[in-house]
Each structure stands twice: as C-alpha cells, then as structure tokens.
C-alpha cells in the first residue's frame, strides 16, 4: 500500500499568513493526488485535483505543487474561513490512501 | 444538481450488521464509481473502496474485506454499503462519495455500535 506522510499535524498561524502543508508519498503517485478540507460536522470538500489544479469554487488563495517526492497545498494569505482539518489523498493505485490530516488553527 | 443522500443514524449492537444507503440524483448513476469513505469519531479519513455502478465490480481494502459489501439498485439509483461483524472500532461517520473525476459527497451517515 502507499503511505502518504502529511506534515505538520497541526498549524497555528495568523490571518493573512501564507501556510503550507506537505504530503510525501511512499512511492511514485505521478500526480494521482487531490487536497482536501473538512471543516467541523461536514464532509470533505476538494479544494486541488491532479496535485496542482484548483477546483472549481474554490477560493484562489489555495494552491498545490510538487517538489520532488513532496505534493504541497499552500494558502497565499489565511484567512479565518479557512480553519479546518486538511486531507491529501492518493488516486494513483488502490488502496487508495488519505494522509493523517492536518489540523489549521488561528492564532 | 448532483446530489447524494444518505440514510440516517443506525445505534448497532456488537456482532450485528448495518447497511447504509446513498440515494443520488442529477447524474448518470451509471456512468461513475461510487467510494465509501468512513472517519472514527476524531480521527481522519479512512477509504473503504468502491462501486461500479454499471457492472457491479467492486474492490475492497483488505482491512474490510469479508465483512463489507457494497451493492447498487440501478432502478432507483441508489448505492448502499453494508457492514457486518460490528464492533465498537466501526463507530464511525459513513460517506459515500463521488470523488473521480468530480467531488460530490452524501451528509453522511453516523453508525454507533454499542451494547
């Protein structure tokens, strides 16, 4: 199975920040790779498809790139919307697998 | 407008089974597989494997395999995910969810299982 490592598990900043987020998969995914958000008591939602493409509706803050082995969703400037849970998932071969999450607070 | 919606809560006792359903609409329910994706209360997301609604083919991660099936009722376009064997480890929200290509998901269903 892939193992997707996500890093860091949880992150504080203030608003207008710029955040990243990292997930390291195992093995070559190419760019089989969404990021996801879930705020509390809702389902998740897909904010990057195909590791760098933004989703429709999604706010162009958000952004996702790849640096080596590295898949990295990255918020330009935060604002306090944007709290929640992050999720990487890879789509690349089964079983598909979500990485352990990142919790985003304010400062 | 695609929407998926899902069966409500199910308070299950140990050993017992649930089958949650996921009625959908504004799309060809054919034409896309549908996943399952369930989270523990507090913890992150867990995928379960998925539904070709068309032929019927599944696949199942291991971890689930022998207590989990999932089935689909193409006369009334409705998936359904069933569990078997509970235990208080399967407490857990149950999502069923269109995630390739587009991103749509049900409101999820919350199972307990307590005795």
């Known amino acids: 199975d892939i193992q997707m490592t996500q890093s860091p598990s949880s992150l504080s900043a203030n608003v207008g920040d710029r955040v990243s987020i990292t997930c390291r998969a195992s093995?070559?995914?190419?760019?089989?790779l969404g990021w996801y958000q879930q705020k509390p008591g809702q389902a998740p939602k897909r904010l990057i498809y195909?590791?760098?493409n933004l989703q429709g509706g999604a706010p162009s803050r958000f952004s996702g790139s790849i640096s080596g082995a590295d898949f990295i969703l990255t918020i330009s400037s935060l604002q306090p919307e944007d709290v929640a849970t992050y999720y990487c998932?890879?789509?690349?071969?089964?079983?598909?697998?979500f990485g352990q999450g990142t919790k985003l607070e304010i400062k | 407008q695609v929407q998926l919606v899902q069966s409500g809560a199910e308070v299950k006792k140990p050993g017992a089974s649930v089958k949650v359903s996921c009625k959908t609409s504004?799309?060809?329910?054919?034409?896309?597989?549908m996943y399952w994706v369930r989270q523990a209360p507090g913890q992150g997301l867990d995928w379960m494997g998925w539904?070709?609604?068309?032929?019927?083919?599944?696949y199942y991660v291991q971890k689930f395999e022998g207590r989990v099936t999932m089935t689909r009722d193409t006369s009334s376009d409705t998936a359904y995910m069933e569990l078997s064997s509970l235990t208080s480890d399967d407490t857990a929200v149950y999502y069923c969810?269109?995630?390739?290509?587009?991103?749509?998901w049900g409101q999820g269903t919350l199972v307990i299982v307590s005795s």
């Open positions: 504004g799309y060809t329910f054919i034409g896309y597989p």
């Open positions: 195909s590791a760098t």
């Open positions: 539904i070709n609604p068309n032929t019927g083919a599944t």
């Open positions: 998932l890879q789509h690349n071969s089964y079983p598909y697998t």
């Open positions: 969810s269109l995630i390739l290509p587009s991103d749509y």
């Open positions: 093995q070559g995914i190419r760019k089989d």
